[in-house]
């Protein structure tokens, strides 16, 4: 999986070409979305998107409307193809904002920072202990078969659950190493990983 940085600092210096170092508003918040999705377009194949908003100044619910709750409800809907998002380096005050946003519509990123990466947004609670679970394993993954056994849960109620956050972009699926004819258990066997490196 290829990894992109994007610094919002750098970014909006090149956009907002007046010197405002304010990520507000919607009509800055479209502009500076429109550069992301330009680049979220020409990076080919399968990609974890690194948002960083270090050395950025305060933002406003507004913006993270239009920028991080408009990108993850596309991401979600597919338009950018197998495109993963993770954002960084946020201040308390700016995740909030942005949690707000993502709240509004039903819709969730991870965070990382200082003390671990976490979900904002709204994500069922079923789902976070999914998330946690597939978190732990790192880049080992977990298959479908794995988290039933573990959780004691039914193969179907396990494979909605990590397809749902496939889906959601919150863990990346890989096809898993074929099956043996003499394997009961014969099939396309998928691995789902944490984006976290």
């Known amino acids: ?29 479209i502009r500076i979305r429109k550069a992301i999705e330009k680049m979220l377009k020409e990076e080919r194949g399968v990609a974890r998107i690194v948002l960083d908003f270090a050395g950025v100044g305060p933002i406003d619910f507004s913006w993270a409307d239009e920028v ?6 596309r991401l979600w809907g597919g338009e950018y ?33 200082s003390e671990g990466c976490r979900v904002i947004g709204i994500l069922n609670n079923y789902l976070a202990r999914t998330l946690d679970q597939v978190m732990k394993m790192k880049r080992k993954g977990l298959t479908l078969r794995q988290y039933s056994e573990e959780e004691k849960i039914g193969m179907n109620t396990s494979g909605t659950r990590l397809l749902n956050l496939y889906k959601k972009r919150l863990v990346v699926r890989v096809e898993g190493p074929s099956m043996k004819k003499d394997d009961p258990h014969r099939g396309r066997q998928f691995i789902y990983r944490s984006l976290l490196p």
């Open 1 to 29: 999986m290829n990894k992109k940085l994007i610094s919002l600092k750098k970014l909006s210096n090149g956009v907002l070409k007046n010197g405002d170092k304010g990520l507000t508003g919607r009509s800055r918040g």
């Open 68 to 73: 991080v709750a408009t990108l993850v409800s």
């Open 81 to 113: 193809g197998e495109k993963y998002l993770l954002l960084k380096g946020l201040t308390p005050s700016q995740a909030e904002n942005i949690h707000v946003a993502l709240e509004r519509k039903r819709l969730a990123v991870l965070i990382c920072g």
